[in-house]
């Protein structure tokens, strides 16, 4: 009964900004790594991002350093992405995902480190 759902998808210009935000229930969200995947029409699964149980410490796709930000709120059980300067390559379909609540013995920045995902929610940005 995990269940992640991503919300705040949509079409932007480029340049623009859009925040995705994920609501994780059914587990104990302190004790799972969270992070974001995403997928490009006839592309393989990209990770995004990545934050740790804390909050402390976060890992970005260097495609997104400097641009996107990963955070979470463990008041409210939400992990969230808030996404500047967007690029027509940004264009994809973008998953929340956790793994947890062991640790994972390999790195967490790919998409194959995680064991719990949302339905995904569409991201498009205009040039």
């Known amino acids: 009964q995990v269940q992640l759902v991503e919300s705040g998808g949509g079409l932007v210009q480029a340049g623009g900004s859009l925040r995705l935000p994920c609501a994780a229930s059914?587990?104990?969200?302190?004790?799972?790594?969270m992070g974001w995947v995403r997928q490009a029409p006839g592309k393989e699964r990209e990770f995004v991002a990545a934050i740790s149980r804390s909050g402390s410490s976060t890992n970005y796709a260097d495609s997104v350093k400097g641009r996107f930000t990963i955070s979470r709120d463990g008041a409210k059980n939400t992990v969230n992405l808030q996404m500047n300067s967007l690029k027509p390559e940004d264009t994809a379909v973008y998953y929340c995902a956790g793994r947890g609540p062991i640790d994972y013995p390999g790195t967490y920045s790919h998409s194959y480190a995680y064991n719990y995902w949302g339905q995904g929610t569409q991201v498009t940005v205009s040039s």
């Open positions: 059914g587990l104990s969200f302190s004790r799972y790594v």
